[in-house]
């Protein structure tokens, strides 16, 4: 049976867990209606993806 052979102090743990933080999202702003939106995603209020439409726009 694995017992662990000392305790791992608050300190150590924090800084092993300081890696596991969660990065914030990108955005990029369009060229055409200059409205952020995520990289490789398509434009929810134009409904613009790479120069064409794929999806109705949101009025």
């Known amino acids: ?3 662990p052979k000392s305790k791992v102090t608050k ?3 924090g800084m092993r867990r300081s890696h596991d ?3 914030k999202g990108s955005y ?3 060229k055409e209606t200059g409205e952020l939106h995520r990289p ?3 434009d929810p209020k ?4 790479r120069g064409r ?3 109705e726009p949101k009025m």
């Open 11 to 13: 300190s150590r743990q």
């Open 53 to 55: 439409q794929v999806t």
């Open 21 to 23: 933080k969660l990065a």
């Open 46 to 49: 134009t409904g613009m993806y």
């Open 1 to 3: 049976m694995a017992v």
């Open 40 to 42: 490789h995603h398509i």
């Open 28 to 30: 990029r702003e369009d």
